[in-house]
Protein backbone atom coordinates (compact mmCIF):
# COMPACT_ATOMS: atom_id res chain seq x y z
CA UNK A 1 0.00 0.00 0.00
CA UNK A 2 1.27 3.46 -1.01
CA UNK A 3 1.19 5.96 2.27
CA UNK A 4 2.39 9.54 2.64
CA UNK A 5 4.02 11.00 5.62
CA UNK A 6 4.06 14.42 7.16
CA UNK A 7 4.97 15.17 10.58
CA UNK A 8 5.13 18.65 10.75
CA UNK A 9 1.36 20.04 11.28
CA UNK A 10 2.61 23.57 11.21
CA UNK A 11 5.88 25.52 10.58
CA UNK A 12 7.01 29.23 11.25
CA UNK A 13 9.31 31.20 9.40
CA UNK A 14 10.71 34.44 8.88
CA UNK A 15 10.61 36.35 5.75
CA UNK A 16 13.08 35.90 3.15
CA UNK A 17 14.78 33.04 5.34
CA UNK A 18 14.84 29.21 3.72
CA UNK A 19 12.16 26.59 5.37
CA UNK A 20 12.16 22.78 4.77
CA UNK A 21 9.44 20.82 4.53
CA UNK A 22 9.33 17.46 5.23
CA UNK A 23 7.76 14.46 3.78
CA UNK A 24 8.28 10.74 3.50
CA UNK A 25 6.47 7.94 1.48
CA UNK A 26 5.50 4.18 1.54
CA UNK A 27 5.66 2.81 -1.50
CA UNK A 28 6.49 -1.10 -3.61
CA UNK A 29 5.81 0.40 -7.01
CA UNK A 30 9.67 0.61 -9.24
CA UNK A 31 8.35 3.64 -10.46
CA UNK A 32 6.52 6.45 -9.12
CA UNK A 33 5.81 10.37 -9.22
CA UNK A 34 5.96 12.99 -6.14
CA UNK A 35 4.37 16.37 -5.98
CA UNK A 36 4.14 19.08 -3.63
CA UNK A 37 0.73 21.39 -3.81
CA UNK A 38 0.35 24.39 -2.22
CA UNK A 39 -3.30 25.59 -0.49
CA UNK A 40 -4.16 29.28 0.44
CA UNK A 41 -6.92 29.97 2.36
CA UNK A 42 -9.30 30.24 -0.52
CA UNK A 43 -8.84 26.65 -1.06
CA UNK A 44 -7.35 25.37 -4.51
CA UNK A 45 -4.66 23.13 -4.94
CA UNK A 46 -1.71 24.99 -6.70
CA UNK A 47 0.97 22.40 -8.54
CA UNK A 48 4.62 23.42 -7.39
CA UNK A 49 6.87 20.75 -8.20
CA UNK A 50 7.44 17.41 -9.53
CA UNK A 51 10.11 14.87 -9.13
CA UNK A 52 10.00 11.52 -10.97
CA UNK A 53 11.42 8.23 -8.88
CA UNK A 54 14.07 7.52 -11.70
CA UNK A 55 15.48 11.49 -12.11
CA UNK A 56 19.12 12.00 -11.14
CA UNK A 57 18.79 15.29 -10.28
CA UNK A 58 16.50 16.79 -7.80
CA UNK A 59 13.73 18.93 -9.20
CA UNK A 60 13.49 22.90 -8.95
CA UNK A 61 10.67 25.54 -9.94
CA UNK A 62 11.91 29.02 -9.10
CA UNK A 63 12.10 29.17 -5.32
CA UNK A 64 10.82 25.88 -5.24
CA UNK A 65 13.27 23.06 -4.88
CA UNK A 66 12.85 19.89 -3.89
CA UNK A 67 15.14 16.53 -1.59
CA UNK A 68 15.02 13.98 -2.93
CA UNK A 69 16.79 11.19 -1.19
CA UNK A 70 15.43 7.73 -2.65
CA UNK A 71 16.96 5.18 -0.27
CA UNK A 72 15.00 7.47 2.76
CA UNK A 73 12.02 7.35 0.79
CA UNK A 74 11.80 11.70 1.50
CA UNK A 75 11.11 14.02 -0.31
CA UNK A 76 11.49 17.20 1.41
CA UNK A 77 10.10 20.64 -0.26
CA UNK A 78 12.77 23.57 0.28
CA UNK A 79 11.45 26.73 -0.08
CA UNK A 80 13.92 29.75 -0.53
CA UNK A 81 13.92 33.47 0.38
CA UNK A 82 10.51 32.93 1.88
CA UNK A 83 7.97 35.42 1.29
CA UNK A 84 4.61 36.29 3.15
CA UNK A 85 2.76 35.13 0.16
CA UNK A 86 3.94 31.17 0.64
CA UNK A 87 2.02 31.44 4.52
CA UNK A 88 -0.67 28.12 3.41
CA UNK A 89 -1.16 24.39 3.88
CA UNK A 90 1.55 22.33 1.66
CA UNK A 91 0.66 19.45 0.61
CA UNK A 92 3.11 16.11 -0.43
CA UNK A 93 1.33 13.15 -3.05
CA UNK A 94 2.47 10.64 -4.66
CA UNK A 95 1.60 8.87 -7.30
CA UNK A 96 2.78 4.69 -8.93
CA UNK A 97 1.83 2.53 -11.67
CA UNK A 98 0.45 -0.34 -9.61
CA UNK A 99 -2.45 2.13 -7.38
CA UNK A 100 -3.58 2.79 -11.25
CA UNK A 101 -2.08 6.82 -11.40
CA UNK A 102 -4.05 7.49 -8.51
CA UNK A 103 -2.79 10.41 -6.36
CA UNK A 104 -2.54 10.08 -2.43
CA UNK A 105 -2.20 13.04 -0.02
CA UNK A 106 -0.36 13.37 3.24
CA UNK A 107 -1.95 15.37 6.00
CA UNK A 108 -0.34 18.53 4.82
CA UNK A 109 2.06 21.48 6.93
CA UNK A 110 0.47 24.97 7.53
CA UNK A 111 3.00 26.96 7.06
CA UNK A 112 3.62 30.46 8.88
CA UNK A 113 5.38 33.25 7.43
CA UNK A 114 6.27 35.76 9.83
CA UNK A 115 7.37 39.39 9.20
CA UNK B 1 -6.68 29.76 -20.43
CA UNK B 2 -10.04 29.11 -18.35
CA UNK B 3 -9.50 26.79 -14.74
CA UNK B 4 -11.57 24.21 -13.16
CA UNK B 5 -14.75 25.95 -12.47
CA UNK B 6 -17.11 24.54 -9.76
CA UNK B 7 -20.53 25.68 -8.16
CA UNK B 8 -21.63 26.67 -6.03
CA UNK B 9 -18.81 27.90 -3.49
CA UNK B 10 -20.77 27.25 -0.21
CA UNK B 11 -23.59 24.83 1.04
CA UNK B 12 -25.13 24.39 3.95
CA UNK B 13 -28.31 21.54 4.57
CA UNK B 14 -29.39 20.07 7.74
CA UNK B 15 -28.66 15.98 7.64
CA UNK B 16 -30.95 13.71 5.36
CA UNK B 17 -30.56 16.34 2.66
CA UNK B 18 -29.82 15.79 -0.37
CA UNK B 19 -27.06 18.85 -2.23
CA UNK B 20 -25.40 18.51 -5.58
CA UNK B 21 -21.76 19.64 -7.04
CA UNK B 22 -21.09 20.80 -10.71
CA UNK B 23 -17.91 21.03 -12.02
CA UNK B 24 -16.29 22.57 -15.42
CA UNK B 25 -12.74 20.83 -16.48
CA UNK B 26 -10.34 22.54 -18.72
CA UNK B 27 -11.57 22.72 -22.12
CA UNK B 28 -9.61 19.53 -23.41
CA UNK B 29 -9.10 17.59 -20.61
CA UNK B 30 -10.54 13.98 -20.78
CA UNK B 31 -9.54 12.92 -17.12
CA UNK B 32 -11.86 14.30 -14.16
CA UNK B 33 -11.63 13.95 -10.80
CA UNK B 34 -13.65 14.35 -7.34
CA UNK B 35 -11.61 14.39 -4.12
CA UNK B 36 -13.67 15.28 -0.27
CA UNK B 37 -10.97 17.23 1.82
CA UNK B 38 -12.15 17.02 5.58
CA UNK B 39 -10.59 19.87 7.82
CA UNK B 40 -7.22 18.80 8.86
CA UNK B 41 -6.64 16.50 5.98
CA UNK B 42 -5.35 15.91 2.68
CA UNK B 43 -7.81 15.25 -0.32
CA UNK B 44 -9.12 11.90 -1.01
CA UNK B 45 -10.37 11.04 -4.16
CA UNK B 46 -13.65 9.53 -4.55
CA UNK B 47 -14.10 8.77 -8.54
CA UNK B 48 -11.91 9.57 -10.94
CA UNK B 49 -13.35 9.82 -14.97
CA UNK B 50 -11.82 9.44 -18.33
CA UNK B 51 -13.86 11.02 -20.83
CA UNK B 52 -17.37 9.58 -19.56
CA UNK B 53 -16.30 6.05 -18.05
CA UNK B 54 -15.47 5.49 -14.87
CA UNK B 55 -12.13 4.83 -13.75
CA UNK B 56 -11.61 4.49 -10.12
CA UNK B 57 -14.57 5.33 -7.52
CA UNK B 58 -12.82 2.50 -5.21
CA UNK B 59 -13.19 4.92 -2.34
CA UNK B 60 -16.92 6.39 -3.11
CA UNK B 61 -19.22 5.82 -0.66
CA UNK B 62 -21.83 4.54 -3.29
CA UNK B 63 -25.32 3.98 -0.92
CA UNK B 64 -25.20 7.89 -0.72
CA UNK B 65 -23.06 9.50 -3.04
CA UNK B 66 -23.40 8.98 -7.01
CA UNK B 67 -21.18 10.62 -9.95
CA UNK B 68 -21.76 11.27 -13.36
CA UNK B 69 -19.89 13.13 -16.36
CA UNK B 70 -22.33 13.61 -18.82
CA UNK B 71 -21.30 13.85 -22.77
CA UNK B 72 -17.69 13.17 -20.97
CA UNK B 73 -16.87 17.12 -20.15
CA UNK B 74 -18.80 18.55 -16.93
CA UNK B 75 -19.80 16.16 -13.94
CA UNK B 76 -22.25 16.44 -11.32
CA UNK B 77 -21.06 14.90 -7.33
CA UNK B 78 -24.85 14.26 -5.53
CA UNK B 79 -24.92 13.20 -2.35
CA UNK B 80 -28.51 11.90 -0.82
CA UNK B 81 -29.23 11.81 2.21
CA UNK B 82 -26.37 13.55 3.85
CA UNK B 83 -24.05 12.82 7.15
CA UNK B 84 -22.99 14.85 9.40
CA UNK B 85 -19.43 13.17 8.59
CA UNK B 86 -19.75 14.55 5.27
CA UNK B 87 -19.13 17.78 5.84
CA UNK B 88 -16.16 18.99 3.61
CA UNK B 89 -14.70 20.31 1.00
CA UNK B 90 -15.19 18.90 -2.47
CA UNK B 91 -12.93 19.81 -4.92
CA UNK B 92 -12.69 19.17 -8.32
CA UNK B 93 -9.73 18.81 -10.85
CA UNK B 94 -8.59 17.65 -14.39
CA UNK B 95 -6.29 16.82 -16.62
CA UNK B 96 -5.01 15.81 -20.11
CA UNK B 97 -3.95 11.77 -20.24
CA UNK B 98 -0.54 11.68 -19.51
CA UNK B 99 2.16 9.39 -17.21
CA UNK B 100 3.62 9.43 -13.88
CA UNK B 101 4.04 13.48 -14.32
CA UNK B 102 0.49 14.56 -15.62
CA UNK B 103 -0.39 17.95 -13.43
CA UNK B 104 -3.82 17.91 -12.06
CA UNK B 105 -5.39 21.24 -12.25
CA UNK B 106 -7.95 21.91 -9.30
CA UNK B 107 -11.21 24.01 -8.83
CA UNK B 108 -11.68 26.30 -6.03
CA UNK B 109 -13.53 23.70 -3.89
CA UNK B 110 -17.47 23.65 -2.44
CA UNK B 111 -17.40 24.13 1.22
CA UNK B 112 -19.97 21.27 2.36
CA UNK B 113 -21.64 22.25 5.67
CA UNK B 114 -23.70 19.30 7.25
CA UNK B 115 -25.56 20.17 10.06
Known amino acids: AQKITQTQPGMFVQEKEAVTLDCTYD???????LFWYKQPSSGEMIFLIYQGSYDQQNATEGRYSLNFQKARKSANLVISASQLGDSAMYFCAMRGITGGFKTIFGAGTRLFVKA | EAGVAQSPRYKIIEKRQSVAFWCNPISGHATLYWYQQILGQGPKLLIQFQNNGVVDDSQLPKDRFSAERLKGVDSTLKIQPAKLEDSAVYLC?????????????FGPGTRLTVT
Open chain 1, 27 to 33: TSDPSYG
Open chain 2, 93 to 105: ASSSQGDLSYEQY
